[in-house]
C-alpha cells in the first residue's frame, strides 16, 4: 500500500530530471520551426529574386510574391516520387557490403547495407545513358527540363519531404519503438524536427534516416547541377569555367560523403 505514491512520486522525479537535462540545438523549438518554414521561403525567394544577369537583395521588396499555381506541377512530383522510388530499388540491390552498426542502449545491433559508392556509380550510367542514348529505347531525359521546372520540383520536394516527416514522426508512436536521446524532449516542434525514432526502419535493412541522409538528395545535387552545365551549353554554346568548378568541386564533396558512409 505504501509502494504506489513513492513510484509515482519518483517517477515525476524523474520528468523533471529529464526535463532540466535537455539540451536543445539548432535554437531550440524556435530556432526548428524558424528553419522549417524558412529554408522553403528562402529557396523559393532566391528563385524569385535572382536571374542570369543580376541577384540582389534590394529586388525583394520589388518581387511580386508568387502564386501556388506557379510553384506546384504534378509531374514535377511524379519526378520526384519516381526518383526516389528508383534510389529505393538501388537500396535493395545486392551490392556492397552488409555491415553492423554500434551497439544500441538495448545491446542489440542493426545491420546495414553500404552500398552509397555503387549507387552514385549506377546512377551517373543510367542517367548518363538516358540523356545521351534515351532516343534509341523511347527513354531520353531531358536535362533542360530541371532548368526549366526548377523551382517546381523543388516544391515536390518540400511538399514530399513533408509527407515524409509527418509520417516518420507518428510511425515512431508505435510500441517498443527505441527513441533518439535528442529527439524525445515532449516539445513536439523540436522532436518533429530532430527526430523521435532513433533508427526508423521498414523491415530489417531499410533504414530510412540513412537513406535520405545520402542517397537521394546528395546524388540529386550532382545530378541538378550537371543539368545546369548541360542546359547552359544548349543556350549558350559553351560550358563555363564557373560551371565546370562548381560541377568539380560539389561532386568531390558528394563523393567524398558516399564513399566515407
Known amino acids: 500500500r505504501t509502494m504506489a505514491p513513492i513510484k509515482t512520486a519518483v517517477s515525476r522525479d524523474d520528468r523533471e530530471e529529464k526535463k532540466l537535462k535537455i539540451n536543445y540545438e ?20 532566391l528563385y524569385s529574386v535572382c536571374n542570369s ?69 549506377i546512377t551517373i550510367a543510367v542517367f548518363g545513358a538516358a540523356v545521351f542514348y534515351g532516343d534509341r529505347v523511347g527513354f531520353r531525359i531531358d536535362p533542360v527540363y530541371v532548368y526549366d521546372n526548377y523551382v517546381q520540383l523543388a516544391t515536390a520536394a518540400i511538399i514530399v519531404s513533408l509527407l515524409l516527416s509527418f509520417f516518420l514522426y507518428f510511425y515512431s508512436f508505435r ?18 524536427f530532430i527526430g523521435r525514432e532513433l ?24 545530378a541538378i547541377n550537371f543539368c545546369m552545365a548541360y542546359t547552359q551549353y544548349v543556350k549558350h554554346g559553351y560550358v563555363s569555367n564557373s560551371m565546370y568548378l562548381v560541377n568539380l568541386f560539389q561532386f568531390l564533396y558528394v563523393a567524398d560523403a558516399l564513399i566515407s558512409e
Not at 531550440?28 to 529557396?43: E, K, R, Y
Not at 555491415?99 to 549507387?119: C, E, F, M, P, W
Not at 519503438?177 to 513536439?188: F, I, Q
Open 175 to 192: 510500441a517498443g519503438t527505441m527513441l533518439a536521446a535528442g529527439g524525445d524532449t515532449g516539445n513536439r516542434v523540436y522532436d518533429f
Open 26 to 45: 539548432f535554437g531550440g523549438p524556435f530556432g526548428s520551426l524558424l528553419t522549417m518554414v524558412g529554408l522553403p521561403i528562402v529557396i523559393i525567394g
Open 53 to 121: 544577369t543580376t541577384c540582389s537583395v534590394s529586388d525583394v521588396a520589388s518581387t511580386a510574391i508568387p502564386q501556388f499555381q506557379s510553384l506546384f506541377d504534378f509531374e514535377a512530383v511524379m519526378v520526384v516520387v519516381g526518383w526516389l522510388a528508383f534510389h529505393v530499388i538501388l537500396y535493395h540491390l545486392p551490392i556492397g557490403t552488409v555491415v553492423k552498426g554500434q551497439t544500441l542502449r538495448d545491446g542489440t545491433n542493426l545491420l546495414y547495407r553500404i552500398s552509397a559508392t555503387h549507387t552514385l556509380l
Open 199 to 222: 533508427n526508423p526502419r521498414i523491415g530489417a535493412m531499410f533504414d530510412l534516416k540513412v537513406f535520405c541522409e545520402l542517397r537521394p538528395g546528395l546524388i540529386a545535387w550532382v
